[in-house]
């Protein structure tokens, strides 16, 4: 066993090494700085580097970078939580940014050993979180100023008047996989999108997903239902959400409030926060007046 992690250990650092430059020049040659060639895991990421024009320098990316449609162009990586070290080797990378949801962890200890540089960028599910992430981003992308100047328009886009608050309470259904259905509690995404478009997460006193259940969803008693249009897809519709556990006896499913978003939107804090979170504020508003 120990030699065969021996081998893969060595395998990888001969792909990283693979036109990453990795080999010593010859005596008295000039070192050429390389052009960056990055992988982005997390789709807000991809469209930061977007967003800064430093496209050009992606090589590969995960399967939730969808936007800008120009994104699903390039290489993928797979899914975020399920990477391989060989796939993102495989592509050369100078480095890989990543959210705080790439995984394994070996996986990322294994490109890190291989001598590739792995910058997580956590938004915290906060504003300012973004904002820290485009001036890494802008950083590490030698896109400093336009990082500077998106930073400035952000940060006026976030002032700008929005709905009123209704304190709605609004329970998030998330599709984790075909036939599992789960709820948000606190530290989510969901929950702080709730927040900040006005409205209360019907569900307290847990963090993080939990699965839906009928008892669960019936004691929150929630004013509207919100869902990704992935998630809302995959039930089948307004009517195959209503079939859920429970859905259809709470004020929202009898009155068949369901709100949806796109779920690079509405979940994943990038540049497009702004206009993520007003759009949901007169969603909810204009649920809150039916």
């Given at each position: 066993?120990?030699?065969?992690?021996?081998?893969?250990?060595?395998?990888?650092?001969?792909?990283?090494?693979?036109?990453?430059?990795?080999?010593?020049?010859?005596?008295?040659?000039?070192?050429r700085e390389q052009a960056p060639r990055l992988v982005c895991v997390g789709g807000a990421l991809t469209e930061i580097v977007y967003a800064l024009g430093a496209e050009r320098q992606l090589v590969g990316v995960d399967t939730t970078s969808l936007f800008p449609p120009a994104a699903r162009t390039l290489p993928?990586?797979?899914?975020?939580?399920?990477?391989?070290?060989?796939?993102?080797?495989?592509?050369?990378?100078?480095?890989?940014?990543?959210?705080?949801?790439?995984?394994?962890?070996?996986?990322?200890?294994?490109?890190?050993?291989?001598?590739?540089?792995?910058?997580?960028?956590?938004?915290?599910?906060?504003?300012?979180?973004?904002?820290?992430?485009?001036?890494?981003?802008?950083?590490?992308?030698?896109?400093?100023?336009?990082?500077?100047?998106?930073?400035?328009?952000?940060?006026?886009?976030?002032?700008?008047?929005?709905?009123?608050?209704?304190?709605?309470?609004?329970?998030?259904?998330?599709?984790?996989?075909?036939?599992?259905?789960?709820?948000?509690?606190?530290?989510?995404?969901?929950?702080?999108?709730?927040?900040?478009?006005?409205?209360?997460?019907?569900?307290?006193?847990?963090?993080?997903?939990?699965?839906?259940?009928?008892?669960?969803?019936?004691?929150?008693?929630?004013?509207?239902?919100?869902?990704?249009?992935?998630?809302?897809?995959?039930?089948?519709?307004?009517?195959?959400?209503?079939?859920?556990?429970?859905?259809?006896q709470t004020p929202a499913g009898s009155q068949r409030r369901i709100v949806t978003q796109d779920a690079l939107l509405l979940l994943g804090f990038g540049?497009?926060?702004?206009?993520?979170?007003?759009?949901?504020?007169?969603?909810?508003?204009?649920?809150?007046?039916?």
């Amino acid at each position: 066993m120990r030699r065969l992690m021996s081998s893969r250990r060595a395998l990888l650092k001969r792909m990283a090494a693979l036109g990453l430059g990795l080999a010593a020049p010859a005596a008295g040659a000039a070192v050429r700085e390389q052009a960056p060639r990055l992988v982005c895991v997390g789709g807000a990421l991809t469209e930061i580097v977007y967003a800064l024009g430093a496209e050009r320098q992606l090589v590969g990316v995960d399967t939730t970078s969808l936007f800008p449609p120009a994104a699903r162009t390039l290489p993928s990586v797979g899914y975020a939580r399920t990477l391989s070290a060989e796939g993102l080797l495989s592509l050369a990378p100078t480095a890989v940014l990543a959210s705080e949801d790439a995984g394994p962890p070996m996986v990322l200890r294994q490109l890190a050993g291989a001598g590739v540089p792995v910058h997580v960028l956590a938004a915290n599910h906060r504003f300012e979180g973004v904002l820290a992430r485009i001036e890494r981003t802008g950083q590490l992308t030698g896109r400093s100023a336009q990082a500077a100047r998106l930073i400035t328009q952000l940060q006026r886009d976030w002032q700008a008047p929005r709905p009123s608050r209704t304190n709605i309470r609004v329970l998030f259904i998330l599709a984790a996989a075909p036939g599992q259905w789960l709820v948000a509690g606190q530290g989510t995404a969901a929950d702080a999108m709730l927040a900040y478009a006005g409205a209360s997460n019907a569900l307290r006193g847990f963090d993080g997903y939990k699965p839906l259940s009928a008892e669960a969803v019936l004691a929150a008693r929630p004013d509207a239902l919100l869902l990704t249009e992935q998630g809302l897809a995959a039930a089948g519709g307004i009517d195959g959400v209503l079939r859920l556990p429970g859905i259809g006896q709470t004020p929202a499913g009898s009155q068949r409030r369901i709100v949806t978003q796109d779920a690079l939107l509405l979940l994943g804090f990038g540049p497009r926060l702004p206009q993520a979170v007003e759009r949901l504020a007169t969603a909810f508003l204009a649920v809150h007046r039916r």
